[in-house]
């Protein structure tokens, strides 16, 4: 991938975009093009580039929607790809237009298709014969159809194309140059999903409720379609503002355990005692919760929020104290810390009595009654709902302020637009316009969204962990010794005291994690129940690892594994032998392929420096960097296991 | 008190230590051969888990074919497939040069999906297989009678002490862990001694898994290994990474395990903290050793 600025695209570019296309092309003659409309049990009526419609549901009498101008825009589309196939072949100059034609071509059959189905709903909506239940069957069956991977395929090797082809033009190439840090996650994403795709192909049987046996070329198709809609269904919770805010909030503890693991990475820590800080962090936020006087009012929330951090930090601290007083290495103490805090757990909340040298003493902290659970929390600590506390209530029907969503447009804007100081204007005007529109509502339509004030605490944290990591000396320090400890120390910078400060700093972050499940009420009670997912803390070492470990990709991780998460379920209820585990085996595939690069060469993911490139081009006015800050995150990770010497080159900068 | 004692140690009690010495063993004793080569085995405790899976479903589904003759097909079905996931760990921390201990992690990962999917595919439910008519025998007198995995690992201790320290192929994976680069040298294929090494490992983290399976109960259920991947790692640093200190220190553990078994129905002490217990001594016999005597390219990838 060396960059030559000829004329052509380079040879490696054509390659991906050749490759890219040879697979969509041979997509859209083997998979269904599109799901005209979809069952409960996922059995779906099918439709193939050559206009063939496969009835897979029960209903053969079904009316399908009218495909007319889909059909010939969809055969536009292969025409294109197969046109930049050619020209990624010759390396032509052209190939990225045909393969922008390609993706437009797709999108709009996409976009032709959903309008029919559109008219297909509002046209039951609309009939009165229908019966209330036969209604909504035939509704949410039209609505739940749509493009399949015959379309989706072109329409990726379209951009892929395009960019590919694209990279010739210096301006392009510098553009994904720098976004070079996500080809690892990317790569790795798509492998997964490869290889859950041959999992779903195996495990699961082909719906076909229509009755009639299936041909060879029927069960391929229909088998196909399952992967597609096994993916779709992960993937579809952002596309609707309901389950986008449910995966908000399962993307929450992500967010926080995600932190506490990208924060111990970026100093060479390895944390993978995340569930027991959670554990912990649960634990002291129930303590206060609970038994602290309620005469504190709305310091009692402050209190039990500080004390989630403190009963974390001081799980964390441990491993830490232990590594640098005793070497003894953070791994193995962190797992062993998370049984002991999965036994104090149970302990508390496990039983109603418990014995002690022959005698039999009460257990103070269950509640009452036969569920493992504790006391519910006061009134004062818990942590309302998002919606409630955004809901300008006009009329007594749910309207969002839209606040929020302007301040963080102004932010975005204003940081864009200023250059001196643009971190603080933006932030000034997010407030001031924040505030002018707090009280303007927008009226939606959402089904009791449990999305909590922990998600801003949440947010706090990504802004902390940026702030501290590279704005401040004690960032410095804790970086320093994550790219070279010898060079640290050397430095003047006391290894032993910032190993134990990033440990309990990854603590806490993962101890905040209990306000979301105690305070929050994230588990359907605003008490510590037995039901705390703590595998979620196992869950943020493939979104540290995913994120890069900058505080931006652990959001994004997070997001993205509280999506799938959220799909999941929803995956669970339709397939009989696809269940949720096919979540988790995703998220272990995602960490398995960043652990090795994404199979990607070295040549790729650990180009020279960028200074060094630029020095080797004699000709070039090296361009200021658009964002030091940006260039700062993306410096290796440090070496975990071991201080390589050549990661001091980096340190030094 | 002294009843307490005598009620402790009884040859049930006996029997207890060394169901739970086992599984330590045998892990530990992969975790050896992993770590004397230079790659830092993590992964032992989803290895176990993938061994105590294939043990059990092979076991099952040839159950009607084979009769008695299953478990022994279900046993090298779970050195297999230990053996398998090792390889793509060891794909990963020597071809790749991934850090060893994320592939590690990844592959515990898995373990905690992969059985759930792969069960709900085959039986429709996601945490145990059903039950197997024919476990592996047991062979003993009176109340210590084990089945053939408890053998095999006090052999496994012999044979290991004896391959590494009596055999070209132990010094030439000693030497490896030391230094790779003096060990290629003297013409030693890193690579393919860390590749064996590591696959070893799986192995014998498969036969842990599968006694677990088959050879003390008779299904697998979810979370079989309850953490022994890790005891038996500590073990091994607790043993300093040597086949007799290995065997000290799984029994240390092992006993603390048995204990810990027998004093949570006691009224001494609230069970859910005696189950701490072996966790906590981890902690702190992990504290007297520190990684001192570790191989010294132990974590670091080769790079000739």
Redesign the interface.
Known sequence: MTPDFHSRPSGDAARIALIACAVAALGMLLLPLATLGRGFSADAVLLHLTGNVLNLTANQQVPLPPTGAALPLAWAAFAALIATLIGAWQRARWFWITGLLTFVLATATVVLLGAALNEETSRIAADTTLRAGAKRQLRNFYASGGMNMGLFLPALAGLIAAGAGLTFQRRWWETFNRMRGLLVPASAIGLAVLVGAL?VL???PAVNQSGTPLSLWGGWLAKSDLVYFVYSTLFAPVTALSPLLDSLKIATPLIFTGLSVAFAFRTGL?N?GAPGQLTMGAIAAMLVGVYAPPSLGWGLLLLSVLAAAAGGALWGAIPGV?KAR????E???T???N??A???F??MI??DT???????YTQPFKAEGSNPQSELLQPEAQLRPLLEVLNVGQNGTVALSIGLLVALAAFVITRALVRRNRTLIALAAALVLGALTWRIGIPVSITGSQLNGAFLIALACVVLFGTLMWRTAAGYALRAVGLSPKAAEYGGISVARNTILAMTIAGMFAGLAGTHYVNGGALDEYRLKQNMPV?VG?DG??VA?MGQSTPAGVVAASVLFGTIDTGGVIADQKL????N?????L???I??F????G?LSRRVTDPPPAALAAAARPETTAPPSPSEAHLERGTPLP????ASEENTREGGQ | MEGLIAQIFTTAFLATFIRSLVPLLLTALGGLFSERSGVVNIALDGLIIFGALAGAVVTQVLNPSLGAAAPWVGWLAGMLVGGLIAWIHAVLSIKYRADQVISGTAINLLATGVPAVLLTALYGVSNESPKVENALPLWGVGELRFSPPVYFAFLAVAVTWYVMYRTPYGLRLRATGEQPGAAASMGVNVRRMRYSAVILSGVLAGTAGVFLSIGNLDSYVRNISAGSGFIALAALIFGQWRPLGVLGATALFGLLQALSTYLGGSDLLPPALVSALPYLITILALIFTGRSRAPKALGTPYEG
């Open positions: 999992v195996l495990v699961q390895f993978v232990l005793f070497g003894s290495s791994v193995i103490n797992i062993m810390l049984y002991v999965s036994a104090i149970i302990f496990g039983s418990f014995p002690f040298l022959g005698r039999t595998n196992f070492i493939a690892l009989d032998k696809v269940n585990d096919i979540v988790t085996v998220k272990a595939l960490v398995l960043i652990a090795a690069g199979f070496n975990l296991t071991r």
